[in-house]
């Protein structure tokens, strides 16, 4: 009983990071930024906006992303984080 607790804890939290949703909110060719809202843990929105940044970089120049630097909006609930695209 204690072991299918401890599996169904685990699965549950790390099964939360996919409904985080990151939005592109600027994308030059060379940099992308990626939205996400505060509610999530840092380290799980973090990982879904490189994903969403790595996926666009390399869709339209099969370039990798690179994080360069992050800002809140506390208004707004949302970081947002800055990646460049880098080959």
Not at 7 to 18: P, R
Not at 21 to 48: C, F, M
């Amino acid at each position: 009983m204690k072991k299918l607790f401890i599996a169904s804890v685990l699965a549950a939290v790390g099964g939360c990071a996919h409904h985080i949703r990151p939005a592109a909110t600027e994308y030059n060719g060379d940099s992308v930024t990626i939205a996400t809202r505060q509610h999530h843990p840092r380290h799980w929105a973090l990982k879904a906006a490189t994903r969403e940044a790595d996926r666009i970089c390399q869709k339209e120049h099969g370039k990798q992303a690179e994080h360069a630097s992050s800002r809140k909006d506390s208004a707004a609930r949302t970081n947002y984080d800055l990646f460049l695209c880098l080959n």
